[in-house]
């Protein structure tokens, strides 16, 4: 009988140790979630951009497929998806020709290259018109005046050659 009575006074502790664990765990969880819900909430300007970005690039090939059924809702995310963006122009000054082509592809800006005598290196951006920080449309053309090696002779220096590049 002392066997029996030896047993039953730490039976219910234990009992008791493992409900405040497994309450402790409980507690441990749903403070990490409402925490990250949270910080999602105090953070709102980084997660919007880059939906953004990526709606409007996904939207055209997820609008293709299914246009019988989301009809209703596929104008109104189209027409704000189709509307031209605002813009900066980078500054690109001073940048190779194909890094900023690569940037401006990346905006979404459709440009032209136009070559003039600078003393930069050869091939390398002496300016953009319109200028680095002005807001264009994602419709408009940026120019990128490209530097290109001093003629020997006696050429005009303001003579241009244009030339057609990407446009998307």
């Known amino acids: 009988m002392e066997e029996q009575g030896g047993r ?12 405040l664990l497994l309450v ?3 507690g441990g969880a749903l ?3 409402l925490s990250s819900r949270e910080n ?7 997660t919007p951009s880059l939906p953004s970005a990526s709606a409007t690039s996904a939207a055209p090939t997820s609008a293709s497929p299914t246009s019988a059924a989301p009809t209703s809702e596929t104008p109104s995310s189209s027409a704000t998806s189709t509307a031209p963006e605002e813009v900066p122009v980078p500054p690109l000054t001073g940048l190779p020709q194909a890094t900023a082509e690569g940037l ?3 905006l979404g800006l459709a440009h032209r290259v136009v070559y ?7 091939g390398t951006v002496v300016g953009t018109e319109p200028e680095a920080g002005t807001s264009v449309s994602t419709d408009d053309e940026v120019l990128l005046v490209i530097s290109q090696a001093r003629p020997s002779t ?3 220096p303001t003579t241009a050659r244009p030339t057609v590049t990407n446009t998307p």
């Open 40 to 46: 999602d909430r105090d953070d709102p300007g980084s």
């Open 154 to 156: 006696g050429a005009s």
């Open 8 to 19: 039953r006074w730490w039976l219910p502790i234990l009992w008791g140790v493992l409900a």
């Open 24 to 26: 402790a765990l409980l």
């Open 104 to 106: 401006l592809d990346r």
């Open 31 to 33: 403070w990490l979630v």
């Open 116 to 122: 003039r005598p600078s003393e930069l290196p050869p």
